[in-house]
């Protein structure tokens, strides 16, 4: 009865959400990471740590084809932890990763940021772009950086591990935060530009404190 009880207590669950390109695997790497079966996505599910921990993990169910203005408000809203995922045979969509940076952290200005390179199912994704994944983990300021492959399922373990450590980063961050200071004024939003544009080399401060 009590443990009845205690199911039915809402709990406040951080959350995560994936970002980046049209066709780099997030919707693959959503089910992974969430152990739901593929076509049953409704773009919302509960990834379970072993710690006992649960992370709402957000997926747009391929909804940023048609650059919703309304629905990336929504969908960044209140984000403890942004994964950034590319296509690592893919350099188009490894570019874009800038855009989906400025994005998310013009919407989630304190969440963590993970960039995933996931291998899918080419054989050409053990080349340079595996290599420079260092780099450009320092050059978009993430705080982990993890290589996964959507078929055989390598990373995934570490990906969610990676995932908690950041939700557990931004709630120490957020606690540290002065009440005068938890509001942020916005600038200017971030211009679409196309995901064949250059990356600026500058790398970006990570927020992580890792």
Not at 25 to 51: C, D, E, I, M, Y
């Amino acid at each position: 009865m009590e443990a009845d009880q205690a199911d039915t207590i809402p709990v406040r669950r951080d959350t995560a959400v994936l970002a980046g390109n049209f066709g780099v695997g997030k919707t693959s790497l959503f089910h992974r990471l969430t152990g739901t079966a593929p076509g049953t996505n409704r773009g919302s599910a509960v990834l379970r740590l072993q710690n006992g921990t649960r992370i709402q993990l957000m997926d747009t169910c391929d909804m940023e084809r048609f650059e919703n203005k309304s629905l990336t408000v929504s969908y960044y809203r209140d984000a403890a932890c942004v994964l950034l995922v590319a296509d690592a045979s893919d350099a188009r969509s490894v570019q874009s990763l800038q855009n989906w940076r400025d994005s998310a952290g013009f919407y989630a200005p304190r969440a963590q940021m993970i960039l995933v390179f996931n291998k899918g199912d080419s054989p050409d994704a053990d080349g340079i772009l595996l290599s420079s994944i260092e780099s450009y983990q320092q050059r978009l300021g993430c705080c982990y950086s993890v290589v996964t492959s959507t078929k055989t399922g390598q990373g995934i373990d570490l990906l969610r591990d990676r995932i908690g450590a950041a939700c557990r980063q931004f709630r120490r961050n957020t606690l540290q935060l002065p009440d005068q200071h938890r509001s942020f004024q916005l600038q200017r939003e971030p211009s679409r530009q196309s995901s064949t544009a250059a990356t600026d080399d500058a790398p970006q401060k990570s927020r992580c404190g890792c």
